[in-house]
């Protein structure tokens, strides 16, 4: 149990996150996560506060870094690194926090800058914070309406620069985007910025372990559970749902007994699109941390009793050990094995023993160019030249993964990503090269298990993207394959 200290400063404590992720690479779910459970006797709106503060500056930071040059007489990128990111975090404030007063941002700001031996630069930072504060004061006179959309704020801040940065895109990735869904673009970069509003998304994973409606109807009733929009069923019959306070439901028996998988709606697609009979045999390739894999085999235990298990294979013990413990938590021990294996090697089916599969799922190693909502620092991880490594880790998967189906069984591709060289195109690829052709059948299955959310998909030359902005998700990629038989 960690001991209480008499206060914490919360914006230091983000200070030293951010320093972290943009100095020392660090991942910033991850540094959150650490962070969080050292000071969980931290009242709810304070971790709020530095979770916020954290996601949003550095999804914002090209765009604040934008700001801040328009002010200051010094480049950002010739500022010390804890002069920079203190800017960025006080900028954030200044613009997207209302709840926050000025004179805390600025006060606090300086405090902080001569508590970490900055003194003979406090008067630096607070100039150039007072001299955002006054800009957007100037703006939101000229343009009221613009108070409405950070976006919009942005826009009349920064009049010259291009699209990318009021985005806080990197320029390669907006092009892309821009590129692929000329009509779209402006409602997926929105999509990402709104991600917050997105409740967490559960998957009850039934197992036959008995009836647990009235439970679940308990749950609804004291507001811990929404059933999902993309639900089109009963209580009875949904499998996703909302839930606005996953801590609260993490406290109930329901949850700590493994009926729930927090699992985005994009990543439930997978398991909904499989075509799932009684017999078949499963394999999912780099799958930790497991929730396809546990999806399908819940699915499959429903249909037969006596399933062969799922088998779920990824690179390493130290992948692989996630898949471990989720097995456990889920009560999967009997349907779900496991396999240390690198998916770019042949060899697979020798080493397990088997024939070919029923069903593959290739949910393979991405750019993660659908997921900039959840994780921020992708946007100043990724660099052009990854995607065409990228690319070409995933035609080796999936030079080895063509053989692992059986005539006639499906293969299914999937990535979190929005990049069609990931995507579409990488599908024409291996359709050229093997024997595989798309199931035509996939497109009303998908417009079926997206149900009340109104939404088809967007249907590209090989499978289906799922686009921020259309639906209540994360950007996503799906193309459902079928082998087919020698004459």
Known sequence: MNEQPKSTDLRATALDILTEVTQNGGFLNCLLRQVLDKYAYLDRRDRAFISRLCIGTVERMITLDACIDSVSKVPVRKMKPFIRNLLRLSTYQIYEMDSVKEYAICDEAVKLAKKRKFTPLAGFVNGVLRTLIRERDRVLVEFPDSAEKPSELYRKLLPEVPEHVIYGLPAFVYDLLTKAYPDRVKSICEAFMDHGELPTSVHLLRTDRGDVTGQIRDLIDRGILAIHPCENRSLETADMFICPRLDVLMEEPIYRDGYFMVQDISSAMVGRLLPIKSGDRILE???????????????????????????????????????????????????????????????????????????????????????????????????????????????????????????????????????????????????????????????????????????????????????????????????????????
């Open 285 to 487: 390739l780099c799958a930790s941390p497991g929730g396809k894999t546990f999806h399908a085999a819940d699915r499959l235990s429903r249909i037969d009793p006596d399933m062969h298990p799922v088998i779920a294979c990824d690179l390493s013990p130290e992948k692989t050990v996630r898949i471990e413990e989720n097995r456990a938590f889920y009560h999967m021990e009997d349907k779900v094995r496991i396999c240390v294996w690198d998916a770019t090697k042949p060899g697979l089916l020798d080493h397990l023993k088997q024939e070919p599969f029923d069903i593959v799922i290739a949910d393979v190693p991405c750019s993660g160019l659908g997921m900039l909502g959840n994780k921020p620092d992708i946007r100043h991880r990724l660099k052009a030249e990854d995607l065409k490594t990228l690319e070409a880790l995933q035609r080796e998967i999936l030079t080895q993964a063509a053989s692992y189906v059986k005539e006639g069984g499906t293969l299914l591709y999937s990535t979190c990503t929005l990049n069609p060289g990931e995507n579409a195109d990488q599908m024409r690829w291996f359709c050229e090269h093997f024997p595989y052709e798309e199931d035509e059948a996939s497109a009303s299955e998908l417009k079926d298990a997206l149900g009340g959310c109104g939404y088809e998909g967007y249907k590209e030359s090989h499978g289906f993207s799922l686009l921020p902005g259309d639906y209540p998700g994360e950007g996503f990629y799906l193309c459902r394959l079928t082998r087919k038989r020698s004459n």
